[in-house]
Every structure is written in structure tokens, then in C-alpha cells.
């Protein structure tokens, strides 16, 4: 009864820690370019009672073990990198990636980092940034004078100046796509950073190599489904109820037990 005990507080820790992680995707469910999260369980090693053990010349032996599992533990949280709905906001700093990819930005520090949230402003130095000020890389600057920013679908920017006729092309977005982007690490403000897991980085023209296109004016939400959520919510909330009632119950035999003469 003892096992049943800790056995029933793994899987209530384990629930809790599924509980974090659903409350954290309905926290985010319009933050732009956000990946839900989903938490996955492994079980505790087994105990073994006894071996099976091979039928001797005249039968019987142990065709099964006799084992008791010992719980639950949290394995991983895996991130669902599914593209969310487009959102047409008419704002011409807003981009979105239509397919893989993420935008490659550069933080204070100087280290790289990697967005999949595309509304991007103007700084007082005219450089594209993100809401937080990391700088889009390569760098794009914005002339003080342009009356209209236009950004093709390979990522290349124009700039309609005053006194002139033809755009004046302004550099070009790049893309960077991952062999296994589950596996980048979240950093927060929407930035993600690549782990050893994660593979090659690749940076290259929207729409080569298996990079998605930019698409100017729309913005990607997140990927959260609130019903989906909620319904999860439920089934986590009725799996932490059965391990507390296999807790009372333990507790009820134990109390019996101690209450023999």
C-alpha cells in the first residue's frame, strides 16, 4: 500500500505539471506565431516479484512475470509547430511565413535568435526590428521618406521615395528552416533559439529549399485551439481526481490496518 501511494503521487505530479502546460497554451491563444505545447509521459521502471521463467520437462514455470509498475514521469513537452490561421491586419510591417521557416533576428547581446511572429516595426535608426527591438536579419533600413513599403512573396523589399518613378529595392528577407525545429528552446517574446537537437540551420530566399514565403499585410496566430484545450483540461483534472482517491484509499486500508488487534 505504500507503493500505491507514491506510485498515485507520480501520476498527480504529472498531471499538475499537464495542467502548467494547458494553462500556459490558453494563456497564449492570441500571442502571434505561438506553437502550442504538449506535455508526454513515460512509466517508472517496473518492479519485478518474479522472473518468468521457462516450462520444465514435465510444464508448469512462470510463463509471465510478476511485476508492479511504480509510476509516472514527465518525458518531454513537445511543441506542435503546425502553422496557425492567417490574420489580414492591411498593416505593411506585418509579415507572416506561408509554410516552414522562421525569420532570423538578432538580439542586444548579439547572439542569434528565431521568430515565427512577423510584426515588425521601425526604429529610430530606420532598421526593421520586432515589437522588442531585435533587429531583423540581414538588416533592412527603411529611408525616413518612403511614402509606400512593399514586400514580395521571395522576401525582396521596396521603397517608393519621393521624386522618383521606378521603388528602390531595400534588401531581402531571409528564411531559416530547421531539420528539427520541435526541438528549438523558447527564450520568450516569441523568440525561439537552437538547441544541439534541433539540426542544421538553414538560411535561405523565401520559397527555396523548403522555406515558406512571406506574405506582407497578414500575420500568423497562434495555433492554440481553445476547445481542444479545454476538453484536455477536463480529462487532466478527472486523471488527478482518480490518483487522489487511489491516495484516500491507501490511506483508508492503512488506517484499518493499524486499527487491528
Do not use: C, W
Not at 101 to 115: H, K, W
Not at 210 to 222: H, K, P, Y
Amino acid at each position: 500500500m505504500l507503493r500505491s501511494l507514491y506510485t498515485a503521487a507520480t501520476g498527480m505530479e504529472a498531471q499538475q505539471l499537464k495542467m502548467d502546460v494547458i494553462a500556459n497554451n490558453l494563456a497564449n491563444t492570441s500571442t502571434t506565431g505561438f506553437k502550442r505545447v504538449r506535455a508526454e509521459f513515460q512509466d517508472l521502471m517496473s518492479e519485478t516479484i518474479q522472473q518468468a521463467m521457462p516450462a520444465g520437462p514435465q510444464g508448469g514455470g512462470q510463463p509471465a512475470p510478476l511485476q508492479v509498475g511504480l509510476g509516472v514521469k514527465t518525458g518531454s513537452t513537445t511543441r506542435d509547430m503546425g502553422a496557425g490561421d492567417m490574420q489580414n491586419t492591411q498593416n505593411p510591417l506585418d509579415f507572416a511565413i506561408e509554410g516552414s521557416g522562421y525569420f532570423r533576428v538578432q538580439l542586444p547581446s548579439g547572439d542569434i535568435a528565431f521568430t515565427r511572429a512577423g510584426n515588425f516595426r521601425v526604429d529610430e535608426n530606420g532598421r526593421l526590428v520586432t515589437q522588442h527591438g531585435e533587429t531583423i536579419e540581414p538588416a533592412i533600413t527603411v529611408p525616413p521618406e518612403t511614402t509606400q513599403l512593399t514586400v514580395k512573396s521571395d522576401g525582396t523589399v521596396y521603397a517608393q521615395l519621393p521624386n522618383k518613378t521606378d521603388p528602390t529595392e531595400l534588401g531581402q528577407l531571409q528564411i531559416t528552416t530547421f531539420t528539427n525545429p520541435g526541438a528549438l528552446t523558447a527564450i520568450g517574446h516569441n523568440l525561439f533559439q537552437p538547441t544541439g537537437a534541433s539540426g542544421q540551420e538553414v538560411q535561405s530566399k523565401p520559397g527555396e529549399q523548403g522555406a515558406g514565403t512571406v506574405a506582407q499585410g497578414q500575420l500568423e496566430a497562434s495555433n492554440v485551439q481553445a476547445v481542444e484545450e479545454m476538453i484536455d483540461m477536463i480529462n487532466t483534472q478527472r486523471s488527478y481526481e482518480m490518483n487522489s482517491k487511489v491516495v484516500q484509499t491507501a490511506d483508508q486500508m492503512l488506517q484499518r490496518l493499524t486499527q487491528l488487534r
